[in-house]
């Protein structure tokens, strides 16, 4: 007799459905985060890690970071490492070209001293590392908070988990909430966004003056001073060729600002190629958001980018500060003066709330949201 399937195969089954939210739910409120697995000595990862493609170590990628990324001496494009101390015009015309393509850099030799980069990992890196009724107490979804601790920010929207926790915060233009954040990292977290203010105010400055934009130091300063900040802890899998520690996404704000330890695991779209993010001592790294490729009208690139699951038994922490308008009701599209008969507009004009609810409700895989707003 021909069995008779209840679903047909392409939808999914209701009752494995059902069982994959309960373990999904059971694993959300033990509260113990990826981390926990681990730390329980876990050698097989739960079945809503699993990834039908995870993203794979590129081993053909060498760790020789400095190479232009246009050079004809080596076809394969690496993320630029720019020298923060040379003149002006120099780094207009590097951080354009890099922006404009690959949509990521690294700088060196910049303002920012490699001891605060390093006591802003370390303290995040403790914090993750607490006792695990400690940190506990910051585990949740609630927003409103304004700081929170959880797993995957899309733990319940998206097809298939990461192994990643993650601590994430409002920085400005409201005050942080600093009764929701461990004692342990407060005066780290306070040192980190004034410098991460003070190397953003230099690098939007050049990026305008790469696109040819004249604004007062006030006037840019309205562009970026919302400021969020999302602290990753990828603890090692057992089973990293099952999963994904951070899938595919473009970020939303203009640019983002991060640091990373020595833990190899970022990877940047080039075309069809997945290209690593090497870590750099005393590096910054920065990429371009979806909001300036909307305001820069197309000619800075927001780029794909993932994490891939770690297999090592160190820890990768990583610190990405996201800048937006500090106005999340000011409408915002193009910069007029790049807009021409040659260049017409391609995006049409938005809020920041719009584009951050929409933001907030998809699963971080999947396509940038520019080609929502694109004309
Ligand atoms: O962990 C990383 O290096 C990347 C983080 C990231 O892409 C993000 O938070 O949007
Ligand atoms: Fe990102």
């Known amino acids: 007799m021909a069995t008779t399937t ?64 246009i050079s004809k001496l080596d076809p394969k494009p690496t993320i630029p490492v720019i020298d923060f101390s040379a003149p002006r015009s120099a780094l207009v015309d590097q951080l354009r070209r890099a922006s404009s393509s690959l949509g990521f850099f690294q700088i060196i030799n910049h303002s920012v001293p490699p001891s605060s980069i390093n006591k802003i990992l370390g303290s995040i890196q403790q914090f993750f590392e607490l006792p695990e009724e400690k940190k506990m107490e910051y585990y949740t979804r609630d927003m409103t908070r304004g700081a929170a601790y959880s797993t995957n920010f899309d733990l319940y929207q998206s097809k298939a988990a990461s192994w990643r926790d993650t601590f994430q915060m409002g920085l400005s233009p409201n005050p942080p909430k600093w009764e929701n954040v461990p004692v342990t990292f407060r005066e780290a977290v306070a040192e980190w966004d004034k410098q991460v203010a003070k190397i953003s105010e230099e690098v939007m400055g050049i990026l305008c003056e790469g696109l040819g934009l004249e604004r007062s130091d006030d006037e840019l300063k309205e562009l970026w001073d919302g400021r969020v900040m999302a602290t990753h802890y990828y603890p090692y899998c057992p089973q990293a060729e099952l999963t994904a520690g951070l899938t595919s996404h473009t970020d939303p704000g203009l640019l983002t600002v991060l640091v990373q330890n020595e833990v190899l695991g970022l990877q940047v779209k080039v075309g069809e190629e997945w290209v690593d993010v090497v870590p750099v001592e005393g590096a910054i790294v920065f990429n371009i958001g979806d909001n300036f490729q909307i305001m820069s009208n197309d000619q800075y690139k927001s780029v794909e980018h993932r994490v891939f699951a770690n297999p090592l038994r160190n820890p990768r922490v990583s610190i990405a500060v996201f800048l937006t308008p500090g106005h999340r009701d000011h409408l ?33 895989d999947g396509k940038t949201l520019t080609n929502y707003y694109r004309i």
Request: some cysteine.
């Open 332 to 364: 915002c599209g193009p910069f007029p003066e790049l807009i021409s008969a040659e260049k017409p507009a391609v995006y049409r004009q938005f809020t920041l709330s719009d584009y951050m609810a929409r933001f907030f409700t998809k699963e971080l």
């Open 6 to 69: 209840a679903h047909p195969p392409s939808q999914p089954d209701p009752t494995s459905q059902n069982t994959r939210l309960q373990e999904i739910k059971q694993f959300d409120e033990s509260k113990i985060g990826v981390k926990g697995l681990v730390d329980r000595g876990l050698t097989t990862i739960p079945s809503f890690f699993i990834h039908p493609n995870p993203p794979e170590q590129n081993p053909k990628n060498s760790p020789a970071a400095n190479v232009d990324p």
